[in-house]
């Protein structure tokens, strides 16, 4: 049975997810990245952590063996574990178990944005002939999937991943490849089948976003690739905002289904 809740403010009890040792890590980590567990800081006992989180003896001691691997926590034999003297400047990295909040959601948007843009731009300018036609080919995967009913998420994420592979620069697929599961929330945003002419018209919406920035693509046209992508990607970040703000405070008429992703961007 887990303990009160203030028994530590430095950490708080942690719901059941898929992987428990994760997020009991993920949260741990928090309060090290946030600086509230200063570099060089003993961690609480583990009798403290499995009271303030209501997670098993077995679950922490796991999750700070990954702290561990992971540079941010060392341990001292006899003495416990340790915040790393370096913690603060560990390697830029995300959640693995998703973005906690809408606007770390959107922060990250924000960043894969900067780097969109400007592949875009560079796929316009450097693409072969064969990079043209694949991002056309991807463009089209998107048509059929709406045309079969599909929400058409991986197609769309494949478009994107394939214009910054059209850079002919492989640290822009790489850093898509990086960003693109952590993008959006665990929770797909669905709406029912009985607004399917919205669901629809959302679709339609951002294809047409899409269109734009492959004609720019393939007609060379470096900035207004880039200008297609910017305007795309701002308006994604509108619609997103605007559907949590919409579907989650009374989820009527929506469903939420455990994906990776949340709807097309």
């Known amino acids: 049975m887990p303990a009160p809740r203030d028994k530590l403010p430095l950490l708080r009890p942690v719901t059941p997810p898929r992987n428990l040792t994760r997020a009991t890590a993920a949260r741990i980590a928090e309060d090290i990245i946030n600086g509230r567990l200063q570099p060089g800081a003993r961690l609480p006992t583990e009798q403290r952590m499995v009271a303030a989180m209501g997670v098993s003896r077995t679950t922490v001691r796991e999750a700070v063996a990954a702290l561990r691997a992971d540079g941010l926590v060392i341990t001292r034999q006899g003495a416990g574990a340790f915040v790393a003297p370096d913690a603060p400047r560990r390697p830029f990295r995300l959640a693995v178990e998703g973005l906690p909040s809408v606007e770390d959601v959107l922060d990250v948007m924000e960043l894969r944005a900067s780097v969109e843009v400007e592949a875009a731009g560079l796929a316009a300018a450097r693409a072969t002939a064969a990079a043209r036609r694949r991002v056309g080919g991807a463009l089209a995967a998107i048509d059929a999937a709406i045309s079969r009913g599909e929400s058409?998420?991986?197609?769309?994420?494949?478009?994107?991943?394939?214009?910054?592979?059209?850079?002919?620069?492989?640290?822009?697929?790489?850093?898509?490849?990086?960003?693109?599961?952590?993008?959006?929330?665990?929770?797909?945003?669905?709406?029912?089948a009985h607004q399917e002419a919205g669901r629809l018209a959302y679709l339609e919406l951002f294809q047409a976003e899409h269109r734009a920035i492959h004609a720019a693509i393939a007609a060379a046209d470096a900035t207004g690739a880039r200008e297609a992508m910017r305007l795309h990607l701002a308006n994604s970040q509108v619609r997103y905002r605007r559907l949590v703000a919409e579907l989650q405070p009374t989820r009527s008429g929506t469903s939420f289904a455990k994906s990776g992703e949340i709807g097309p961007t």
């Open 152 to 192: 058409a998420i991986d197609q769309d994420f494949m478009f994107h991943l394939t214009i910054a592979t059209a850079t002919g620069n492989p640290q822009f697929g790489n850093f898509l490849e990086y960003l693109g599961r952590f993008i959006v929330p665990r929770q797909t945003i669905r709406v029912d």
